[in-house]
T-cell receptor
């Protein structure tokens, strides 16, 4: 069945270092992927997305990598800042459905 | 107001109460969603409205009743809830293309309503 999972529930990084958050998915029909950031007391905030015809997409300080061969998605955050502390979710959608399937989330903690 | 707003932000209710959650989107989108977020669980899709028509009811108990009077407003009516219904209820919106499934589905979320059922 469909599932989106995250390898690590909590990731701790030092301020200024790069962060990498990973996500695995099982549905080979998935063609659209999104990363969301959720801060305490707030709703999920869109960060970046990628379609299956791409393997890399860059935003401001963030990069998403997609490896369709192993069904793996990652979010890289450059020069991690205290404001990046949050829970990060990946979500995927298949071409034959309008539903987004969310992972359980990874908590990113940034320490000085 | 911009984006997606939700009221109230916090709600405490007894199991015999009737209350409603409200969501409003200011993004000109034509699809709206209700999600439930419980601790240590993935977001659970509850309802989808596309062009004001309910297109998804993800096996949600009848004590939750959605209403979408227009493409900008979405309500979730609550009655005779159970303590296990305590959670963060999130509303989202997106612009769905008329091409149907496969259209890009970037959903934008509101801040949520923290619901506690006593």
């Amino acid at each position: 069945g469909e599932s989106v999972g995250l390898h690590l529930p909590t990731l701790s990084v030092q301020e200024g270092d790069n962060s990498i958050i990973n996500c695995a998915y099982s549905n080979s029909a998935s063609d659209y992927f999104i990363w969301y950031k959720q801060e305490s007391g707030k709703g999920p905030q869109f960060i970046i997305d990628i379609r299956s015809n791409m393997d890399k997409r860059q935003g401001q300080r963030v990069t998403v990598l997609l490896n369709k061969t192993v069904k793996h998605l990652s979010l890289q955050i450059a020069a991690t800042q205290p404001g990046d502390s949050a829970v990060y979710f990946c979500a995927e959608k298949s071409y034959n459905t309008d539903k987004l399937i969310f992972g359980t989330g990874t908590r990113l903690q940034v320490f000085p | 107001e911009t984006g997606v707003t939700q009221t109230p932000r916090h709600l405490v209710m007894g199991m015999t109460n009737k209350k409603s959650l409200k969501c409003e989107q200011h993004l000109g989108h034509n699809a709206m969603y209700w999600y439930k977020q419980s601790a240590k669980k993935p977001l659970e899709l509850m309802f989808v409205y596309n062009f004001k028509e309910q297109t998804e009811n993800n096996s949600v108990p009848s004590r939750f009743s959605p209403e979408c009077p227009n493409s900008s407003h979405l309500f979730l009516h609550l009655h005779t809830l159970q303590p296990e219904d305590s959670a963060l209820y999130l509303c989202a919106s997106s612009q769905e293309l008329a091409g149907g499934p496969g259209s890009t589905d970037t959903q934008y979320f509101g801040p949520g309503t923290r619901l506690t059922v006593l």
